[in-house]
């Protein structure tokens, strides 16, 4: 069972959406939310995962993966108590749908689909993503992993990566010429989930004011968004020698500044939130980061693959708290934001700011939800914060001035999303090609 048609929509249902979920971390978070979700929620309680990839065949590939998954952790279950196992699969319905968020109307075409067939949607976890990158400098690599090995492997700046690098034509048509282009790594780690979380937002807001749950919009960012690697001049990082970084930068900003009163206007014309009523509430959106995981988005020959696995096992036992090394371990703040109930995140948000949630390890590999240090804006726009472990060695103390300069960016961040957004809507309805959504 997998179409939108076989899958039941249960009332209770928890509705959750995966980009990118046939691979690496998008893996890690569907087997964890599994379980998770079996082990934490009410009995009355059912899960619907929609898994998003680029084809069929890898669409079918991860159903079978979580399947067999769900599976394991039933019989787990019924070993120490018999019969739980029918009612905990009856728990979980899966369900994969096509995106390719280099497609712009890919994602429309989704985006209605889901309206037309799901109830209501609960999170949207953006995980899919590329590097962009081109292969690696092997003598920078060697040098700094032999010099300053645990910097290097968690701050890395001996990836190569390709620069000015475009989508493909969204528009097959003789206007195809006057299309402005489009940043191939910005499309796909930003831009494409922008615009699918600006057309799933009605879906997300089906939530009433007496549940302890707003939808939620879970961006999955990177330790690697540096400060330097981001230009509000060229945000789509069109001439950016790491475009990558830079994708990952804006999507900090943004996230962290969409729940500033400077944005609002901008936010909620992106949420199309202006029609609150009792039965709908305005979704949020957070940030999240992995750590760092041993997965194929830089892709190497096997024999290095396991070096890279060694090399992140060494920098952990070594102290980094950012190794969390496995997928499952690196999916556990993308999970967490996921399930947590609303009132324990908006206590957090309100105690230390708006921040960004990342997955972390102890020695042991004991893995743990940690806020993470955002370049200008620290752990939570405060200033005299407490100092965590896992800083970057180039880091600089929050400042009043730090902090009012990275509201400014995200103020002027948001408008341009929104500007872009509108433009690419209306491109695409004037050339014919667009599917229309709520
Ligand atoms: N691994 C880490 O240590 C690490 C660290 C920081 C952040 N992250 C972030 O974690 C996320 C997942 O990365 P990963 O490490 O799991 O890499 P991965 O194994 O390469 O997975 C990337 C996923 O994104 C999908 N994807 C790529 N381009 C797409 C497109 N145009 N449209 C739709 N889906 C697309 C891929 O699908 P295909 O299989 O079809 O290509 C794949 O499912 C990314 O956002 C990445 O930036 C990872």
Redesign the pocket.
């Known amino acids: 069972m997998s179409h939108a048609a076989d899958v039941p929509q249960p009332n209770n249902g928890f509705y959750v959406l995966v980009?990118?979920?046939?691979?690496?971390?998008?893996l890690g978070i569907g087997t964890r939310l599994i379980d998770e979700f079996l082990t934490t929620r009410p009995q009355t309680e059912a899960l619907v995962l929609i898994v998003?990839?680029?084809d069929q065949r890898?669409g079918d590939a991860t159903i079978h993966h979580l399947e067999q998954h769900l599976r394991k952790v039933c019989q787990k279950h019924e070993r120490t108590l018999p019969g739980i196992a029918t009612l905990l699969q009856q728990r979980v319905h899966f369900r994969q749908e096509r995106?390719?968020?280099?497609s712009l109307t890919s994602v429309q075409k989704l985006s209605k689909r889901l309206q037309d067939t799901t109830p209501k949607l609960d999170v949207v976890i953006c995980?899919?993503?590329?590097?962009g990158w081109t292969g690696i400098n092997w003598p920078v690599a060697i040098f700094s992993i032999l010099t300053t090995w645990r910097r290097a492997l968690t701050y890395p700046t001996f990836k190569l990566s390709g620069i000015g690098w475009t989508a493909k034509p969204q528009i097959l048509t003789s206007e195809e010429a006057s299309e402005p282009p489009l940043g191939e790594v910005f499309c796909?780690?930003v831009f494409?989930h922008y615009l699918l979380g600006h057309n799933l937002a009605p879906l997300l807001a089906r939530h009433t004011r007496s549940e302890d749950m707003r939808g939620r919009i879970i961006w999955?960012?990177?330790?690697?968004a540096y400060d330097f690697a981001f230009d509000l001049n060229d945000i789509q990082g069109l001439k950016s020698k790491v475009p990558?970084e830079s994708s990952?930068r804006l999507t900090d900003i943004m996230a962290i500044t969409s729940t500033l009163p400077s944005t609002a206007d901008q936010v909620d014309q992106y949420l199309a939130s202006s029609d609150q009523s009792e039965e709908t509430m305005k979704p949020k959106i957070y940030v999240s980061?992995?750590?760092?995981?041993?997965?194929?988005?830089i892709p190497l020959p096997l024999i290095l693959e396991y070096l890279m696995l060694a090399a992140f096992y060494l920098a952990r036992f070594l102290g980094s708290p950012w190794h969390s090394v496995t997928?499952e371990k690196?999916a556990v703040a993308m999970v967490w934001l996921a399930l947590a109930k609303q009132s324990t995140l908006d206590a957090m948000e309100e105690k230390e700011g708006a921040g960004k949630w990342g997955s972390g390890t102890d020695f042991w590999g004991q893995e743990r939800v940690e806020r993470t240090e955002v370049a200008g804006w620290g752990w939570g726009g405060r200033m005299g914060e407490y100092k965590r472990k896992g800083r970057n060695p180039y880091a600089q103390d929050v400042t009043k001035e730090s902090a009012e300069k990275f509201r400014k960016t995200g103020e002027k961040c948001w408008a341009e999303m929104e500007r872009l957004r509108v433009e690419w809507e209306d491109r695409l309805q004037a050339a014919g090609v667009a599917f229309e959504t709520d």
């Open positions: 980009t990118g979920a046939n691979s690496g971390l998008g998003t990839t680029r890898k995106l390719d968020l280099l995980n899919a993503g590329i590097g796909a780690n494409g999955v960012s990177s330790l690697e990558y990952k980061h992995p750590g760092i995981c041993g997965t194929s988005i997928v690196g």
